[in-house]
């Protein structure tokens, strides 16, 4: 059974900084691509950032120049360090892994920018 945790989310002042992990467990994964997702109330989920199976990364415009997305192929892992944060980053943020055999989310963790 394999479970994406992730880690980092909480409370930061506005042009504060966070990185959220996010990391597989279970079963070593065939990767296609990766991304992290957001989603604030009253809203659908949103693509913030992606790396696609040939390594091309592409951002949402609202989040370029801000925030950068990495893997880590060893551990099955992605990161997304948020910088410069605005209260409108506010939302439930996941991570999403595509793979051969399905797609996989994370549980969602809060990331609220206070003005």
């Known amino acids: 059974q394999v479970q994406l945790v992730e880690s980092g989310g909480g409370l930061v002042q506005a042009g504060g900084s966070l990185r959220l992990s996010c990391a597989a467990s279970g079963s070593r994964l065939r990767v296609v691509g990766l991304g992290w997702y957001r989603q604030a109330p009253g809203n659908e989920r949103e693509l913030v950032a992606g790396?696609?199976?040939?390594?091309?990364?592409n951002y949402a415009d609202s989040v370029k120049g801000r925030f950068t997305i990495s893997r880590e192929r060893a551990k099955d892992a992605v990161y997304l360090q948020m910088n410069t944060l605005k209260p409108e980053d506010t939302a439930v943020y996941y991570c999403n892994f595509q793979t051969w055999s399905g797609d996989y989310w994370g549980q969602g963790i809060q990331v609220t920018v206070s003005s």
């Open positions: 790396i696609t199976g040939s390594g091309i990364i």
